[in-house]
């Protein structure tokens, strides 16, 4: 087998919002799709600034055919499950520093699949868009930003490929009501994952889901009935601790918003000789974290930090952006999939605890053959 990577565009400078198209202009088999943006930020940004939200869609399409569309948190989220880590990023929010966010768009099931990939000659003008927008005061507009895009390709050595992984977003929502969403569901292809976003601010995924219940041909069948908490705990089991780290400059107190909803651990780490930080008041994703400065001459005094300085947090837990799978089987075996070309319908019944969940969503990824 003959892997290679093939960038599509590196470097590539963007205006500071829009939607940029790349022309997937590739004949070989591809198993995934890795697109990185990088901005640089302002002299002064804001404190509560994330690249993440910044990035709406991230797709791929041929002509009116979709086989991936979702938002660049979105996207990070069902890597977490799909790979067992979180992508690269770097988190840093520093003036004048520089950022930059990632996301897989997978078409196997894992890295060497010789079974499911995209082959792009099967299709008349594939082609993946990025819609963003950086230029917000106090954020990182003031600099263009730039785009890579690199494909992992078989140069040759291919078995006949039996499909690929289709993932996009089915239903979107802003609750504006405690209580259920129902969701009718495409009964076409296998699924793999049904992934669900629920997101509330100072709210655990946990306890922001009340129940989920996934209803096959009325009540024939029900694969999924289950609360938050238990199914963010059957996330843990299945899918072990996302990690993430963030650089960002800190006075004396900053309330911080991370991207790990049901966070089970955080540290931080000051970065200027005679300070250190500590971390309070953990809830769901937020952390207070409160910076302090050695000082004194002949004793030491401990006093709160009067200047930004840089300071590591790192967290831990589940549900990264407020995102987790319903998964059926095991994930690497196909015909363990839950085999909704076979059902006459399907409705997920999705309960929602709180009225705010906003920007929550319904994410599907199935096997195309």
Same mark, same amino acid.
């Given at each position: 087998?003959?892997?290679?990577?093939?960038?599509?565009?590196?470097?590539?400078?963007?205006?500071?919002?829009?939607?940029?198209?790349?022309?997937?202009?590739?004949?070989?088999?591809?198993?995934?799709?890795?697109?990185?943006f990088?901005?640089?930020?302002?002299?002064?940004?804001?404190?509560?600034?994330?690249?993440s939200?910044?990035?709406?869609?991230?797709?791929?399409?041929?002509?009116?055919?979709?086989f991936?569309?979702?938002?660049?948190?979105e996207?990070?989220?069902?890597?977490?499950?799909?790979m067992?880590?979180?992508?690269?990023?770097?988190?840093?929010?520093?003036?004048?520093?520089?950022?930059?966010?990632?996301?897989?768009?997978n078409?196997?099931?894992?890295?060497?699949?010789?079974?499911?990939?995209?082959?792009?000659?099967?299709?008349?003008?594939?082609? $993946?868009? *990025?819609?963003? &927008?950086?230029?917000?005061?106090? =954020?990182?507009?003031?600099? !263009?930003? %730039?785009?890579?895009?690199?494909a992992?390709?078989?140069?040759?050595?291919?078995?006949?490929?039996?499909?690929?992984?289709?993932?996009?977003?089915?239903?979107?929502?802003?609750?504006?009501?405690?209580?259920?969403?129902?969701?009718?569901?495409?009964?076409d292809?296998?699924?793999?994952?049904?992934?669900?976003?629920?997101?509330?601010?100072?709210?655990a995924?946990?306890?922001?889901?009340?129940?989920?219940?996934?209803?096959?041909?009325a009540?024939?069948?029900?694969?999924y009935?289950?609360?938050?908490?238990?199914?963010?705990?059957?996330?843990?089991?299945?899918f072990?601790?996302?990690?993430?780290?963030?650089?960002?400059?800190?006075?004396?107190? $900053?309330? *911080?918003l991370? &991207?790990?909803?049901?966070?089970? =651990?955080?540290?931080?780490? !000051?970065? %200027?000789?005679?300070?250190?930080?500590?971390?309070a008041?953990?809830?769901?994703?937020?952390?207070t974290?409160?910076?302090?400065?050695?000082?004194?001459?002949?004793?030491?005094?401990?006093?709160?930090?009067?200047?930004?300085?840089?300071?590591?947090?790192?967290?831990?837990?589940?549900?990264?952006?407020?995102?987790?799978?319903?998964?059926?089987?095991?994930k690497?075996?196909?015909?363990?999939?839950?085999?909704?070309?076979?059902?006459?319908?399907?409705?997920?019944?999705?309960?929602?605890?709180?009225?705010?969940?906003n920007?929550?969503?319904?994410?599907s990824?199935?096997?195309?053959?």
């Open positions: 087998m003959k892997w290679r990577n093939v960038y599509l565009e590196k470097d590539l400078t963007l205006a500071t919002a829009g939607t940029k198209t790349v022309n997937i202009d590739i004949v070989d088999p591809i198993s995934y799709l890795m697109v990185k990088n901005v640089t930020n302002d002299a002064d940004i804001a404190d509560l600034f994330k690249l939200d910044k990035i709406s869609k991230v797709e791929v399409v041929d002509g009116s055919e979709v991936f569309a979702m938002s660049m948190a996207a990070r989220g069902l890597n977490f499950y799909e067992g880590q979180l992508p690269p990023i770097n988190y840093n929010v520093v003036d004048s520093g520089v950022q930059s966010i990632s996301c897989f768009i078409f196997g099931r894992y890295l060497g699949d010789l079974e499911y990939m995209l082959d792009p000659a099967k299709f008349k003008n594939p082609q $993946l868009k *990025l819609t963003y &927008d950086v230029s917000a005061d106090l =954020g990182c507009g003031d600099t !263009a930003p %730039t785009l890579d895009v690199m992992k390709v078989l140069d040759e050595g291919a078995p006949a490929i039996r499909g690929f992984l289709m993932s996009k977003k089915q239903y979107a929502f802003n609750a504006t009501a405690a209580g259920t969403h129902y969701i009718d569901l495409p009964c292809y296998p699924y793999r994952f049904l992934m669900v976003k629920v997101l509330e601010t100072n709210k995924l946990s306890v922001a889901i009340d129940n989920l219940k996934l209803n096959v041909d009540d024939k069948y029900i694969p009935d289950i609360d938050g908490e238990e199914f963010v705990a059957e996330l843990r089991y299945k072990g601790v996302a990690h993430e780290k963030i650089i960002h400059q800190i006075t004396h107190t $900053l309330s *911080l991370t &991207d790990i909803y049901d966070m089970e =651990g955080a540290t931080c780490i !000051a970065l %200027t000789d005679n300070f250190f930080a500590v971390v008041v953990p809830v769901a994703e937020d952390i974290v409160q910076q302090y400065e050695y000082t004194g001459a002949g004793a030491l005094y401990i006093i709160e930090s009067a200047t930004e300085k840089a300071t590591i947090v790192a967290v831990t837990g589940q549900a990264p952006y407020a995102c987790g799978v319903m998964s059926f089987g095991n690497d075996v196909v015909e363990d999939y839950l085999p909704a070309e076979t059902f006459g319908s399907m409705r997920l019944e999705l309960t929602v605890a709180y009225a705010a969940a920007a929550s969503s319904v994410i990824q199935q096997v195309r053959s």
